[in-house]
């Protein structure tokens, strides 16, 4: 048989394509992980991968073996979702932080009732922390739509995409009858934004990179008003360009009722993407997964 813990430690190596990285998701050392992809060779009486002093990449044997793999830890999931849900075990307390109410809004409240009436034993906290969240102050079981930024701080974090959608640059009527309709980057320049006092800087615009359209670029404008939500209203208002993601709901109903007008559009970035994030367990907490499982069964609803 083989150990899951080897496998994970496999898939990952593979994954990143380094063994540090993978003992950082583990929280492990890499001699650690070195010597469980080593017995897993000698288990298997083969080379999964090829290691020199510049890279690691799987062995034509390794690519078969990690389908294989996560096939086999797939199945191992399965059968410990079903064994804990025979236990009746979804009891306890859910801390979920999101960093503004709009997200749960859009993503979470209108199904909060049924989840309560499924797992009636879960008690859900819901705060809302619109700083740069800092997980050595905020511990909770759930981060709810937030940027790579965490992923960044915090690699030992897992983490599943909330949205994916094309990021936009919108305004007014009115403020684009005072300032003008900017038809291309270098128009922007005398231009006004709303921005995001924690972005850094908190004045950038951002737009589609024209090196690499799937990369962006930015462009620093003058922000007289930042502030952490509200920034389509205060666009409404005629307080400035914002970028907003194209799928949100506020966004949609403003740009139905002409309150808002679409910016620039062939220096869209293509994709924007915020994540759930939660914390690493060797064996994932039954009630964690079926919060995430259950409110992303919604998005047909988003």
């Given amino acids: 048989m083989f150990k899951t813990e080897s496998l994970i430690a496999f898939i990952l190596v593979a994954k990143h394509k380094s063994f540090t990285l993978a003992a950082k998701d583990l929280e492990l050392s890499t001699m650690a992980i070195s010597k469980q992809i080593s017995q897993l060779e000698t288990r298997l009486e083969e080379p999964l991968f090829i290691r020199t002093t510049r890279i690691i990449k799987l062995t034509e044997f390794g690519e078969d073996f990690l389908r294989r793999a996560k096939d086999i830890l797939t199945q191992h999931d399965s059968l410990e979702l079903w064994l804990n849900s025979r236990k009746d ?21 209108p199904w909060v009732g049924e989840f309560q009436r499924l797992f ?18 905020d511990c909770h079981d759930v981060y709810w739509g937030i940027g790579e930024y965490l992923g960044i701080q915090s690699p030992s974090l ?78 409404v208002q005629g307080l400035g360009l914002i970028n907003a993601l194209v799928d949100n709901n506020d966004i949609k109903t403003y740009l139905e009722k002409k309150q808002l007008i679409p910016v620039l559009e062939e220096h869209w970035l293509p994709s924007a993407e915020i994540y759930i994030y939660y914390q690493h367990a060797k064996i994932e907490q039954l009630k964690i997964r079926t919060f995430i499982d259950f409110f992303l069964s919604k998005r047909k609803f988003w």
Avoid: C
């Fill in 89 to 109: 075990n979804l009891v306890g307390t859910i801390k979920v932080v999101a960093q503004d109410v709009q997200t749960y809004e859009e993503t979470i409240y």
């Fill in 120 to 137: 009636p034993d879960i008690k859900l906290v819901f705060e809302v922390n619109e700083s740069l969240l800092d997980l050595k102050k």
């Fill in 158 to 235: 897992r983490k599943r995409s909330l949205w994916q959608a094309q990021l936009g640059i919108f305004a007014s009527p009115e403020y684009l009858k005072q300032y003008g309709v900017p038809k291309n980057i270098n128009d922007l320049k005398d231009h006004k934004m709303i921005g995001h006092p924690h972005s850094k800087p908190n004045n950038i615009l951002v737009v589609k990179s024209q090196s690499n359209p799937n990369e962006m670029d930015s462009v620093e404008l003058d922000a007289p008003i930042l502030t952490v939500s509200n920034q389509s209203n205060f666009a």
